[in-house]
């Protein structure tokens, strides 16, 4: 099979040797895969060698040999730690949820990463129905869906493109922060009494400083550091959330954000245009 390799500081189209599945894992035949800002560091940082990855969505060609999860023939989408960008990728069975008929691959592959990060965040969040909600970075996958599931939970949620400094008007319940540096010192600035603060990112690459009386001030506020991978890991997110984020979108009740598609043999283009942020939402290469 082909896949994008990491060589010599480059993401090269190569042959490579099928992944070997363990029991626990399904071997799935790519259709799609969305791209995310943190794999831009995870190719940078990888090692000779590497199959870069995260989000898929494709065909299941062999059965977890432990007997659980989707069977062969099955459409699904996953989140995987690596290995993503080849054309066959081993995915835990309980990573996988099945793509309903209504619902196509490319879409299906944009929901993993950003999709389960905001559901964990609103599971955070607790009850939002009638309250403020701010989301920072909301051009951005994650953003365009947290607009979309906040509305669904009944929050009163305002968008920002970049960062939290200098807005006025009532503090916020539960903001959604992913651009770091001085936009998180603002969002704890910002934050009602007993609200929560839910960091997911650093897109900023800045240091983020504050004083630590303004949480004493704020009855209980908090802050939670979310990184999806120890979620799904710790079971505090799973292939049901998965599911249900698929069920809303065959509903229609949830609009996948893809401002871009590309041919798979186009993905280091794709992975560019996502790293100079020449559009808004997700990104998708297609097999």
Not at 55 to 69: F, L, Q, R, S
Request: with cysteine.
């Amino acid at each position: 099979m082909k896949a994008w390799v990491k060589r010599g500081g480059a993401l090269q189209l190569q042959e490579v040797s099928r992944p070997i599945a363990a029991s626990n894992e399904l071997l799935v035949r790519v259709a799609a895969c969305s791209l995310n800002r943190g794999e831009i560091r995870t190719v940078q940082r990888a090692a000779d060698g590497a199959i870069p990855g995260w989000d898929v969505a494709g065909t299941v060609i062999a059965a977890a040999a432990n007997g659980k999860g989707p069977k062969a023939g099955a459409r699904v989408c996953a989140l995987v730690g690596s290995g993503g960008w080849g054309e066959v990728v081993a995915v835990p069975a309980s990573h996988a949820a099945v793509v309903p008929d209504g619902v196509e691959l490319d879409v299906a592959a944009t929901l993993p990463i950003a999709g389960l990060t905001v559901i964990r965040a609103l599971d955070v969040a607790g009850s939002l129905a009638g309250k403020r909600m701010l989301v920072t970075g909301a051009s951005g996958g994650v953003g365009q869906f947290a607009i979309q599931l906040g509305a669904i939970t009944g929050a009163d949620v305002t968008a920002v493109r970049d960062v939290v400094a200098g807005m006025d008007g009532a503090p916020y319940d539960f903001i959604l922060e992913s651009v770091g540096g001085p936009s998180l010192g603002a969002a704890i600035e910002r934050v009602a009494r007993g609200g929560v603060v839910v960091t997911i990112g650093n897109s900023s690459e800045q240091e983020t400083t504050f004083n630590a009386r303004t949480l004493y001030a704020k009855g209980g506020a908090s802050i939670y550091g979310l990184l999806i991978f120890e979620e799904l890991d710790s079971l505090r997110v799973t292939a049901a959330d998965l599911e249900r984020l698929l069920r809303l979108v065959e509903s229609g009740k949830l609009q996948s954000p893809i401002a871009l598609r590309r041919p798979w043999k186009e993905l280091p283009e794709a992975l560019h245009e996502l790293e100079q942020r020449s559009f808004r939402g997700k990104a998708v290469v297609v097999h």
